[in-house]
């Protein structure tokens, strides 16, 4: 049975098992709870690995860092206003991110505004 599950993993696209790998991560982490499951307008901890960082322009000059968040079972926007760039935010660093999301985002996306974050080794 060792050999089959070897040989799976083998075959298995690499994207697949990051993915996998992430999502064990993420669930092993006590308190956080999967993307998928968060609902809007409660309070949440979430764990996932930040993969994308921009710098949002806005009209009144005060620029947003934007941030994408991943856990492996769905994605989140993260928003700091007023901020271009914060230490140690960047993609692959895993973070857990903690407050209150609202369905602003395209397609009902989820976003957390200026929420409470710990960067993870």
């Known amino acids: 049975m ?25 669930a092993n ?35 947003w860092l934007e941030v994408t968040v991943n856990d492996g079972t769905g994605s989140l926007r993260v928003l700091w206003t007023g901020r271009r760039k914060i230490a140690g935010i960047k993609p692959g660093q895993r973070i857990m991110v903690s407050g209150r999301c609202t369905p602003k985002g395209a397609k009902g996306r989820l976003m957390v505004y200026n929420p409470k974050y710990e960067l993870l080794a």
């Not at 040989?7 to 991560?25: C, E, G, V």
């Not at 609902?39 to 690995?49: H, N, T």
């Open 29 to 63: 982490c006590p308190g956080a709870e999967p993307i998928a499951d968060v609902q809007p307008r409660v309070e949440a901890i979430v764990v996932g690995e930040i993969t994308c960082v921009a710098t949002v322009p806005r009209p009144d000059g005060s620029p």
């Open 2 to 26: 060792e050999l089959n599950r070897a040989f799976k993993r083998l075959r298995a696209p690499t994207r697949a098992l990051d993915r996998d790998r992430l999502r064990s991560f993420c």
